[in-house]
């Protein structure tokens, strides 16, 4: 019988999403785990895919090269924080002999400083790994910078701006202090228009970013920031599904509309639990899918999966480094008469492809069905839509600093 060493994030007695924001705020790559109590007692957890990816990402191990048995074992140095108090000790990652190795990871001492569905927190650190019981620390004290066990262990692991970034933003002081200039073009896309020619970026149709690598998008102050945002489109693999279109699809799974007089399925599906329509998404770690699947009978039928690595791909495309400029505006929208001052930006960067199946987990990115039957029978849909909403977008990037430039 397989050891249940670690399980889902949700389960944790402490809010994840909460959490990550708070590392994501102190600038810090992060990732989780959640022993169990059998996990504790047999001194083991399960190296997940989020930590795995970790770790081959910052460069600290690679499970996929990894021999199994104890002889192949390997050894990493840790700073581990619980309860006010600093250990350091080693973490191994390993594969056993048995069966199919299922990858392996243990903190030293980790009994000693942590109790089944505490919430452990994996930072890289130069010399190896930095481990903190989120559950039995006090977070806001351990992360702010004039703090001692900050400046001693977490600083070397800060994230950093590029120098393309520090020079934007010196430009972008500089257009602050200008205060409210008039538009240079009239219309929604003046905000835009008007802050890349103070910038001297010259108007072209590129997707290519806005300046040195960095994207710049502009907005009008306005309310809102809690709504729900596309972040990418990314159909099923249709060769890997059981259903092989979003025709088959909506003739399965659709309902008919009273109201729009067809047949269709247009909702939201979620990791966390099913919809009306007893649709839930699914993450199979071990063949490294995300999947859809149907809740009204057991075991659950798979209708369609996606692969990880394309979806991170996607997400990849859509999101590098970016300023998101907001200005207030004086004068009526859209008019020659309207004018913005650029004060408020908030910088993202470096996409964290980590945490992408961990918001999927939590509930914080959902999938959205946008399939409608078309009059001659067929099926149109509107793109298969990643969406969060737009205050959760921060946690998605290695650091987010948010900089008011009036002050």
């Known amino acids: 019988m397989k050891i249940k060493a670690s399980i889902m994030l ?8 909460d959490t990550l924001r708070l590392f994501k705020s102190a600038r810090l790559k992060v990732s989780f785990l959640v022993p169990t109590a059998t996990g504790l007692e047999k001194s083991i957890m399960d190296a997940t895919a989020e930590i795995r990816e970790f770790m081959l990402l910052n460069r600290l191990h690679d499970y996929s090269k990894q ?6 074992k390997v050894l990493l140095n840790t700073t581990l924080l619980s309860q006010g108090r600093v250990e350091y000790t080693q973490t191994s990652l390993y594969r056993p002999s048995t069966k199919s190795g299922d990858p392996r990871i243990w903190i030293g001492g980790l009994k000693q400083f ?50 393309p970034a520090r020079e934007l933003l010196e430009k972008m002081k500089e257009v602050a202090k200008l205060g409210y200039v008039q538009t240079k073009r009239m219309g929604d896309t003046g905000v835009g228009f008007t802050l890349e020619t103070l910038l001297g970026i ?26 729900r945002t596309t972040i990418f489109s990314q159909v099923p693999n249709w060769n890997l599904s059981r259903l092989k ?27 966390v639990k099913a919809n ?6 699914q993450i199979d770690p071990s063949n490294d899918y995300l999947k859809q699947v149907w809740t009204a009978q057991e075991p659950y039928m798979m209708d369609v999966l996606w692969e990880f690595p394309l979806l991170k791909q996607r997400l990849s495309e859509k999101h590098q480094e970016t300023f998101w400029v907001t200005a207030e505006t ?35 990115i ?42």
């Open 114 to 163: 942590s109790s089944p569905y505490d919430l452990l927190a994996i930072l890289a650190s130069p010399n190896g790994i930095v481990a903190i019981n989120c559950s039995q620390s006090e977070l806001s004290s351990l992360l702010d910078p004039s703090g001692m066990y900050y400046k001693e262990i977490l600083a070397p692991a800060v994230v950093t701006e590029s120098e």
């Open 276 to 281: 009306s329509f007893d649709l839930r998404l």
């Open 366 to 407: 959902t999938l959205g069905y946008t399939i409608k039957a078309t009059p001659s029978g067929g099926a149109k849909d509107q793109g298969y839509l990643f969406k969060m909403n737009s205050s959760d977008l921060d946690l998605l990037f290695e650091h987010v600093t948010e900089y008011d430039l009036a002050s």
């Open 202 to 227: 010259e108007a072209n149709s590129s997707k290519s970013p806005d300046y040195k690598g960095i994207e710049i998008k502009s907005k009008r102050q306005r309310g809102g920031a809690g709504r």
């Open 10 to 17: 949700s389960s944790a007695n402490l809010n994840v999403t």
């Open 330 to 364: 004086d004068g009526k929208n859209g008019t020659e008469t309207e004018s913005f001052w650029y004060r408020n930006i908030k910088h993202t960067g470096g996409l964290d492809s980590t945490v992408f199946p961990i918001l999927l987990e939590l509930g914080v």
């Open 67 to 72: 021999g199994q048995g104890q002889e192949h």
């Open 245 to 271: 279109g979003s025709k088959e699809l909506l003739d399965e799974r659709g309902r008919y509309s009273e109201k729009k007089q067809r047949n269709q399925l247009i909702h939201e599906l979620s990791v």
